[in-house]
């Protein structure tokens, strides 16, 4: 009965160290890139369409390429919030509303897990490093052209 119950537990683990793995592995493939341009500044963004992507966002890596950021895409406009848990770049991220237009941009602190909140209703996240925003004089109002459609469940 013991060594039943141990092979039974073994396989629940192994199970579960399986899937644990492919959750890595899925969350660790490349995500799809878009171009997207605000006040003439060109960059490219990662996007996080579905909550699971959404939910790692820039966690666990160490650095950015120049000009390059993620887009979160939320599957409706609402008040947004975001912390730095387990990321490890500073980051400025900008919430965006509907129409493209940049409703708060927020400064936030490698692995601070203080909320930073969208001062209004968001469809979008943009993160960028950290002085990106300020270093290119684009400010709340400013506008964003490029951005996809909302995520649809």
Known sequence: MFLGLTRVFGAGCLALAVAGAARAATANEALPTIPLSINGHKIVVEVAATPER???????????????GMLFVFDYPEPQAFWMKNTFIPLSIAFIDADGRIVNIEDMRPQDESTHWSRGIALYALEM?????????????????????????
């Open 54 to 68: 959404r939910s790692l966002g820039l966690m666990n890596r160490f650095s950015l390429q120049p000009d390059h």
């Open 129 to 153: 490093k950290q002085g990106w925003f300020a270093g290119r004089k684009i400010a709340a109002g400013d506008v964003i052209k490029g951005l996809p459609p909302a995520s649809k469940r």
